[in-house]
């Protein structure tokens, strides 16, 4: 089962923020929190991973908070293209590991509307 | 430099007949991983290697599933005895030690 919870549907108008809930209240210290879009029946797509702090790139904020139980994915200006379903996994990160069994929840469907 | 690569992209089937997979990884990534996903779903794991050892394969759904990787860089999913039921998208990842996964194109198997 997936350590991770997400709501299953979202609406967010174009050009707003669109903030994109995760809550994983199993993490364990050492795991990481990524994020992935998959578009259509594309593969899912790299967007963001942090550990405790928050982080930003050119495509994404990630908010995870003080006790790392949940965080948030912000698009900050979304657009149609950003419609997508939107995955939040929780994994160990950059160490040799026989356990490695990446989980995938059914993940938030994400509609940007015009 | 090239990403994941799957062939074939599309492979349809004849129910009972038996079916590979392949999945070439990104130069130099340790780890691959093979999913299968449905419509409408999230990718299910099914199993995944470093270098060329089989490190877990408890999502493999029974034992007409099998895959290996024995030089540590292409990887083959085989499917024998297909039926109907494993109609499905089957993704291919792959990533550096434990990090950022990139996944493929996929192969959609069509079984009649």
């Known amino acids: 089962d997936a350590k991770t919870t997400q709501p299953p549907s979202m609406d967010c108008a174009e050009g707003r923020a669109a903030n994109l809930p995760c809550n994983h209240s199993?993490?364990?210290?050492?795991?990481?929190v990524y994020w992935y879009r998959q578009i259509h029946s594309q593969g899912p797509q790299y967007i963001i991973h942090?550990?405790?702090n928050n982080e930003t790139n050119e495509m994404a904020s990630l908010i995870i908070t003080e006790d790392r139980k949940s965080s948030t994915l912000i698009l900050p200006h979304a657009t149609l293209r950003d419609t997508a379903v939107y995955y939040c996994?929780?994994?160990?990160?950059?160490?040799?590991?026989?356990?490695?069994?990446?989980?995938f929840g059914p993940g938030t469907s994400l509609s940007v509307i015009p | 430099g090239a990403g994941v690569s799957q062939s074939p992209r599309y492979k349809v089937t004849k129910r009972g007949q038996d079916v590979a997979l392949r999945c070439d990884p990104i130069?130099?990534?340790?780890?691959l991983y093979w999913y299968r996903q449905a419509l409408g779903q999230g990718p299910e794991f099914l199993t995944y290697?470093?270098?060329?050892?089989?490190?877990?394969k408890s999502g493999l759904p029974n034992d007409r599933f099998s895959a290996e990787r024995p030089e540590g860089s292409i990887s083959t999913l085989t499917i024998q005895r297909t039926e109907q039921r494993d109609s499905a998208m089957y993704r291919c990842?792959?990533?550096?030690?434990?990090?950022?996964?990139?996944f493929g194109p996929g192969t959609r198997l069509t079984v009649l």
């Open positions: 990842a792959s990533s550096l030690v434990t990090d950022t996964q990139y």
């Open positions: 199993t993490i364990s210290g050492n795991e990481y």
């Open positions: 942090g550990l405790k």
């Open positions: 996994i929780v994994r160990l990160r950059g160490v040799k590991t026989s356990y490695d069994k990446v989980i």
């Open positions: 130069s130099g990534h340790v780890s």
């Open positions: 290697f470093n270098y060329e050892a089989q490190q877990d």
